[in-house]
């Protein structure tokens, strides 16, 4: 069993940066990849950054690639995202999971869910 925990949303303006952390519970979190989801209301959830379970491949949607930054400290158990140039569009909840599956896009692909931070960009 992992356990997910979002943190570091918040409201931030247009241009600016915020730091997410996804902190998780027990020692299989090596063994797992990694991912950024975001939904906005109305909206379908994406997929927004990926990360390998050795960390040396990433992924990003088109939209963020350039601005955002995902990275993990297998050591600390603990994933981020660095989120710059922040656009009133990136506006959603931004939850992190865990897959054995390399680069899965859908929801069934992902074992474990956060519960979900809101980020807030004003214009």
């Known amino acids: 069993q992992v356990q997910l925990v979002e943190s570091g949303g918040g409201l931030a303006q247009a241009g600016g940066s915020l730091r997410l952390s996804c902190a998780t519970s027990?020692?299989?979190?090596?063994?797992?990849?990694m991912g950024w989801f975001r939904q906005a209301p109305g909206k379908e959830r994406e997929l927004v950054a990926a990360i390998k379970w050795s960390g040396d491949s990433t992924h990003y949607v088109d939209s963020v690639k350039g601005r955002f930054t995902i990275s993990r400290d297998n050591a600390k158990n603990t994933m981020y995202l660095q989120m710059n140039s922040l656009k009133p569009e990136d506006t959603a909840v931004y939850l992190c999971?865990?897959?054995?599956?390399?680069?899965?896009?859908?929801?069934?692909?992902?074992?474990?869910w956060g519960q979900g931070t809101q980020v807030t960009v004003s214009s």
């Open positions: 027990g020692r299989t979190f090596r063994n797992y990849n």
């Open positions: 999971a865990a897959s054995v599956v390399w680069l899965g896009t859908r929801r069934y692909e992902y074992d474990y």
